[in-house]
Structure formats: structure tokens, C-alpha cells
């Protein structure tokens, strides 16, 4: 079973600074990526993902991810953040051609963003 | 419209009753789920229902019972609260589940346990 690691468990930035949150995963076969945000009180909700082809994949927001394969890593990225940006970010990871029922999501990273 | 849309958002109960959680979407997906986020934030897979029937069941305890009446509904029923079971319980919902990954999740229902 593939697992996900998020090395941050919280993040704190000042607005305007450029933002990297690592994430890593563990499965010896293709996958696809994800990146989920969610804002204080709301739903999750898919912020961008990876399939397969250019590894650099962009989302919503100006946020970004580069997969590297030979690293087992997807890290998000965005250049300066904004004080809206405050949520929690979750990766997640499933199987190629193995349906959602086996994403699997890290444990999350809280991004605090000061005005 | 609200895609993916869970009843009731906030639910304080007492150990020992009984309680449940209704989850809609009107997305025309096949495939649903009920995602237990705990305190510490961390999301686990409780069930998955594909066109009504039952593919995901991880380890969780009898008392927790899905429902799928059909598949734009899948339901949450919780006998003999425990002071555990407090969380916030996500519904979600994917096409067929045939491989994209993408989740559409409901707002949640946080659950009290006293």
C-alpha cells in the first residue's frame, strides 16, 4: 500500500514570501498526485493534480507542484503568498488506473500566513 | 447549488445514543465516501459505495453502518456513540471510481461526543 509523508506540520510565513511545502510517498508503481487545500471551516478541495507528462503541473492561485520521480516527491510551491492562503494543505497519492476509494492523503500542513 | 451536501454540520450528542449523518451530491457521480478527519487533522477513508454497492470498508468499528439508497445518497449511521467517535466526518463523491483520483467533498459534519 502506498503511503504519504508531509515533513511540515506547520508552516508560518509573513505575506509576500515564497512558499515550498514538501511532500513524499512511498509506492513502487506509477501514481497520480494531488494537492488539496482547505481554508479555515470549509471543505477540502483540489488545489491541482498529476497524472502524467510535464511534471511541473500548475493549479488555482498561482500555487504550482513539481513531481520528481527519482525523489518520490511533489512539492508545492508558490512564489508569495497572501494572507488568504491561510489553510491546510493536504497531498495525497493513489495508484495509477486504481480509483479514488485509494487515495491516500498525508497528514496535512498548516499554513499560517501573517499580514 | 451546492455539489456535495451533508446533514447536519454541527451534532453534539451524549455517549451511547445513536445518530446520522446525511450526505447528497448532485454531481452525477458513482462513486461515494465518508473521510473521519480527526483532531489532528488526519483524513482515513472510513467507506466507498459505487453505485450502491459497497467496495471500500476499512477497518472501523460494526457500530458505524453506511447506507446507499441510491447513488446520490450516502448515509452515516452511528450506534453507541463514543467519546472517540468525536470529528469531523467529510462526504465526498468521484466519477466511476476508474482512476482520476479527484474528490468532491462535502462541508462537513462535526460531530461531539460529551
Known amino acids: 500500500a502506498q503511503s504519504v509523508s508531509q515533513h511540515n506540520h506547520h508552516v508560518i510565513l509573513s505575506e509576500a514570501a515564497s512558499l515550498e511545502l514538501g511532500c513524499n510517498y512511498s509506492?513502487?508503481?506509477?501514481?497520480?498526485l494531488f494537492w488539496y487545500v482547505q481554508y479555515p471551516g470549509q471543505h477540502l478541495q483540489l488545489l491541482l493534480k498529476?497524472?502524467?507528462?510535464?511534471?511541473l503541473v500548475k493549479g488555482i492561485k498561482g500555487f504550482e507542484a513539481e513531481f520528481i520521480k527519482s525523489k518520490f516527491s511533489f512539492n508545492l510551491r508558490k512564489p508569495s503568498v497572501q494572507w488568504s492562503d491561510t489553510a491546510e494543505y493536504f497531498c495525497?497519492?493513489?495508484?495509477?488506473?486504481?480509483?479514488?476509494?485509494?487515495?491516500?492523503f498525508g497528514k496535512g500542513t498548516k499554513l499560517s500566513v501573517i499580514p | 447549488d451546492t455539489a456535495v451536501s451533508q446533514t447536519p454540520k454541527y451534532l453534539v450528542t451524549q455517549m451511547g445514543n445513536d445518530k446520522s449523518i446525511k450526505c447528497e451530491q448532485n454531481?452525477?457521480?458513482?462513486?461515494m465516501y465518508w473521510y473521519k478527519q480527526d483532531s489532528k487533522k488526519f483524513l482515513k477513508i472510513m467507506f466507498s459505495?459505487?453505485?450502491?454497492?459497497?467496495?471500500i470498508n476499512e477497518t472501523v468499528p460494526n457500530r458505524f453502518s453506511p447506507k446507499s439508497p441510491d447513488k446520490a445518497h450516502l448515509n452515516l449511521h452511528i450506534n453507541s456513540l463514543e467519546l472517540g467517535d468525536s470529528a469531523v466526518y467529510f462526504c465526498?463523491?468521484?466519477?466511476?471510481?476508474?482512476?482520476?483520483?479527484?474528490?468532491?467533498f462535502g462541508e462537513g459534519s462535526r460531530l461531539t461526543v460529551l
Open positions: 465526498a463523491s468521484s466519477r466511476q471510481g476508474g482512476g482520476t483520483g479527484e474528490l468532491f
Open positions: 509506492y513502487g508503481g506509477t501514481v497520480n
Open positions: 498529476y497524472f502524467s507528462g510535464d511534471p
Open positions: 495525497a497519492v493513489n495508484p495509477s488506473g486504481a480509483g479514488s476509494y485509494q487515495l491516500t
Open positions: 454531481l452525477g457521480h458513482d462513486t
Open positions: 459505495y459505487n453505485n450502491k454497492e459497497l467496495i
